[in-house]
Structure formats: structure tokens, C-alpha cells
């Protein structure tokens, strides 16, 4: 029997209406199936815990109802079950906000599994914990703790199912545990058969980013096209119990599937292909191999499978500087002379006033991507000057007002800048740090409850 394993949002602001044709081709398939949402950056849990510092009843991807509101009758329906780390800093409260979605569908017996024990911010002294070898160099001594997150693994996503869940809200999991959750609890995949987790760990790889492997991202018009790019649809993975994995998307949707999007998507965020550690299995692809089987299908074997670590990766983020953004526009006749002459205008500003702040500046259209701090790129260039440019000015530093004046310089520009000068704006932003540990997987133990949605709103 084969298992249907659907994406339905590969990050948190993903477009809300991808999930709704996944569904409406699980229900058409008519074979057993599982929905998964992978929401979480390493920085989008630290965004949530502030948001939940600021009302206990939010940090959770903001969009959560939006996502599910179209689907959520249907999977629930036809069996269909929804997994995902959507509830971030919060899964009680999305927890409680899909359950009141759920009476309001008419829902009153799903059942909503809330899993915890991700957040290990008061629990885990960090300071005794060896660093992710990839953060050695980073100084978080006086930084200030914003969240601290171990990624969890499947068991208890396959315990919740298990459970009778219909949802399942996690925080912090691993994105290949979303995966792999469904396929062990249909199948009855054992938690050490390396080579079957090894095929639910790749499943959960290529699906994780949603439509980067059906062609997002992969797309370059005119090189790499792909058809109805605005439809794009998002991935479909087909796995039977011996371990065969296909790759493919909705019949209705635009976007493709192919031996160049598949490749591109299982060496996505690998350091090493011969060992992409999960907590579940550590998976290695150096012999496995893709075959175009069909229109939008791709095979994928040779996968295999080696005992997962005994650590699981903690990431913990602080509060970090300010970072200042102010940009500003100018347009026509002389524009390069002028934008380049509103550039050393801004920056001599910065000096004049004495602000403790590291500032930047692009010229949007002719260097930002590539340049450097010091602006070498735009204050070379003497090629052909566009019709309009925009500069921007970036500035950051630990004194939140120093860097906030220092964005709003850009605005004065309106008066006191060159002709053609408009469509001035600024903001300020916290920044985030990031630093990551290891830490035993016996010290991060993890809990679910199920209730109904009748029960859960209360």
C-alpha cells in the first residue's frame, strides 16, 4: 500500500493558499495520507517568544488559521491528518485557536494533540552545554537570552498520532520528524530501522521547503522555466513500506517536478551528504539515485540509513543590536550623480552627528548584493546609469536611538537632498542572535495531550 505524504507550507509567510490543492488531490487519490506544515526558521521561534512576551495567547505562526481554515473540514473528514511546528513559542494557544476553528466548522470531535518539552529555555543551563561546532567563534556572554529550543524528534508525533490525533501542534521539531512521524505510525516503521527512517528523513528533506522542489527558487526564465509559475503547486511524496519514495505534485497546479528540482532540493542545506544528522536517523544520499518515472514524478533510492545521535541541537537565540533601514528614491536626468552625491551626504551626516552606529549604503540597481560596507562597487561604477535608483541606508548598533536617528536621516532628504528625490521611508528593527548547542536527548523530555476541540476551546 502506498502512503501519501503532503506539504502545505515549506516557512512561516508561505503562501496561505498552497495547502488547499494538496488536499483536494489526497481526497482525490482516495489512499491513506498525512498534511504537514514546516513553518520554523531558527529565528522565527525567537520572533514568537516575543510575541508571547507580549500577549501569552499569541506566539504561534500568525497565519495558522488562514492555513487551516480551507482544509481542515476535509482532513479531518477523510482521515487526512495535519502535522506541523506551526505552534512555535505557543502550541497550547494554537492549539486552542484550531479548536475553536473546529466549532466553528462544525468540528466539535477533532482531536487536537498539543506536543511539548521543545522549550528548554528554563530548564537547560546553556553555559554547561558543548557549542555547535559551526558557532565556536560567536561571543553570547552578555548577550541576553531570548529562547532556547531543542529540535525534537518523531516519537512523540507518532505517539500523538497513535493517540487518535487529528492535528498535531508542535514547536520545535526537526523538519524531516513531520515526516517521518506519519509514515512510522502507518507503516509501524520500528524507531531503529535506520533504512526505512533513512526514506521517511528524505521525505521530509524534499518536502520541507514546499515549492522549491516544484520548481520555486529552482526557476529562471528563459534558462530554467518552469509552467504556471503563479500556480505553482506544492510537493507530494508517494512511500510505500519497503521504502520506495516518489516525488510529485497536484495534477492542477503549475510548477514541475524533475530529476534537476529534486537534486537541487536533497543537497539544500547539506554539509555533508553522507551524513545529515536528524534526531531521528542520520541520513546519507552519497549513493542514492533519482529517476524521472513520469510527468512530475521522480524516484528517489539508494538511500541509506545510520543510528541517529545521541545530542539533539538545541538553538538559542538573544537579544541582539538595532538594526536602522531608511531608503529614498531618485529618478531622471543626472541620476547617478545624484544618487551617488545623496549617498556621501547621508554618510557624512551620520559623522557630523556622531552617532555610535556602523552604517551602509546601496544603490539598489547598480550595487547592493555584492558590495561591501565600504560601497566600493557603487563608488566605481561609471556604467550606463538607470532611470531610477534606490538608496538605501542601513545602520546598526546597540543604542536603539542612536540607530533609529540615524535611519531618519534619509527622511530630511526630502527637503534637503537632490532633485528628484522622494518616496522616503525608515524603520527600526531588534536583530536576532543565533548560537546553537548540544545536549543529551535523555535531558529534553517531551509530552503530548489529546483532547477533543469541544474540550480544548473550553
Known sequence: MTFLVGNGGGFSGDRVDAPIPVVRSLVRRGLPAALFFETLGERTVALAQLERRRDPELGYEPMLERLLEPILADCVRHRIPILGNFGAANPPAAGRLIARLALRLGLPECRIAIVTGDDVTATIALDQLPVHEADDSLEMKSARLVAANAYIGAEPLIQALAAGADVVVAGRTSDPALAIAPLAHHFGWALDDWQKLAVGAACGHLLECGSQVTGGVFWDPGFKDIPDPANIGFPIAEVTQDGGLVITKPEDTGGIVDLRTVKEQLLYELHDPSRYITPDVVLDIADCEVAQIGHDRVAVSGLRGHPRPDTLKVTASFEGTWLGEGEVSVAGPNVLARAKATAEVLLRRLEMRGLPVRARIDLIGIASVHDSDDGALWRAYGGPAPPELRIRL?????????????????????????????????????RILTRSYLVLRERVPTRFVVQTARALAG
Open 394 to 430: 542601513a545602520a546598526e548598533g546597540a543604542d536603539r536611538d542612536a540607530v533609529d536617528q540615524a535611519a531618519r536621516e534619509v527622511l530630511a532628504l526630502l527637503c534637503c537632498g537632490t532633485a528628484g528625490t522622494g518616496g522616503a521611508r525608515w524603520r527600526l528593527t531588534p
